[in-house]
């Protein structure tokens, strides 16, 4: 038995009907581009929200984070969208599927979550992800995997209140081990695109910055309203549309400045999201590891959402030897991701800690990551 199960056993006095998961993720490239309809590439961590679950009889949802000890009681009265707390991301879940016309009966669960909080790694859409994926299978519901995202998705934008694009519940819900995720964030459709970093001699470092993004949440609505104030003056639907071809005489279209460049990141970010995926088809680092470079420098000078914490960190780990490296995320802080020769992780993991205390900041955090496997049953 489990620690979960044991949890779920002691609290309720009944085994779990099951155990089910959800993961955060990396996004390898394509920053703010599904709100704009266009491209991105994430992939599953390892690391995930486990949750035990099991019906109930009294209508309610008995929520137990093992990370939080503490145990919050759901009623159906209770679901109502803007409820504080981390138990939202669970109780909007059920909002979201009971407001789809699913009839979802009570349930206890116990959650359990090893996805780093504050950093970018979408913890919030591994739970809701978690949970969707547990109560859609006690309640018997069949939800294909695009559907249980936009799902998640809905809890998270109108339960919670984060307007955040369907990169993150995607990528939770539709990724496999040893793939990363090419998603048309405008067809909904996916391609997996195999990448084991080991055929390109390379790990993928994930290092988290650990700097508060407190400005993320405006500044990411921000961007959201500039974008489509930008398509609207372009007279798209949205900046998906405008190609690499066209991106000369969009800019020339457009009055603002900064809506310009606002632009130019979107669309070349989008473009390099397609070539990303072709030199991951064909095995080619030297065609990747620029990629995630001028990701990066669009992120920073065009889109406006790096940090000094976040750039120190890129800029450090490539002079220790990373062959390309981005922020990841949302922006304002969170994590960076470095291709770097096999083996050398630490070294450049340690070189960035180096860097980072001299100039005064918080020490930085890091693993190396694999493509793992999406939401399923773990037992
Ligand atoms: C956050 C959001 C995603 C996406 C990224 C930026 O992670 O949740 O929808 O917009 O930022 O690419």
Known sequence: MTALEDTFRTRTGEAPYGTWFAPGRVNLIGEHTDYNDGFCMPFALPHRV?????????????????????????????????????SSYAAGV?????????????ADLVLESDVPVGAGLSSSAALECAVLTALAELNGLDIAGMDRARLARTAENEFVGAPTGLMD??????????HALFFDCRDLTVEQVPFDSATFGVEVLVLDTNTPHSLVDSEYAERRTSCHEAARQLG???????????????????????????????????????????????GSLDELAPLLDQSHAS???????????????????????????????????????????AGRT?????????????????????????????AGRLR
């Open 299 to 341: 992120m920073r000078d065009d889109f406006e959402i790096t940090v000094p914490t976040v750039d120190l960190a890129v800029e450090t780990a490539r002079a220790a030897g990373a062959l390309g490296a981005r922020m990841t995320g949302g922006g304002f802080g969170g994590c960076i991701i470095a291709l770097v020769p």
């Open 236 to 282: 798209v639907t949205a900046l998906r549309e405008v190609s690499a071809d066209g991106l000369g005489d969009a800019l020339t279209a457009l009055a603002d400045p900064l809506l310009r460049k606002r632009v130019r990141h979107v669309v070349t970010e989008n473009e390099r999201v397609r070539q990303a995926r072709q030199a991951l088809r064909t």
């Open 346 to 374: 630490d070294e450049v993991g340690e070189e960035v800690a180096r860097a980072f205390a001299e100039a005064g900041y918080a020490a930085p955090a890091w693993f190396t990551a694999t493509p793992s496997a999406g």
């Open 94 to 106: 059920v909002w979201a599927l009971r407001q789809a016309g699913y009839d979802i009966a009570g």
């Open 169 to 178: 519940q995607a990528a939770s819900t539709l990724c496999t081990a040893g």
């Open 50 to 86: 486990t949750v035990a679950a099991g019906p109930r009889k009294d209508g309610q949802w008995v929520i137990t984070s093992q990370n939080k000890h503490e145990t919050v009681t759901v009623a159906p009265a209770d679901l109502t969208p803007g409820r504080p707390g981390w």
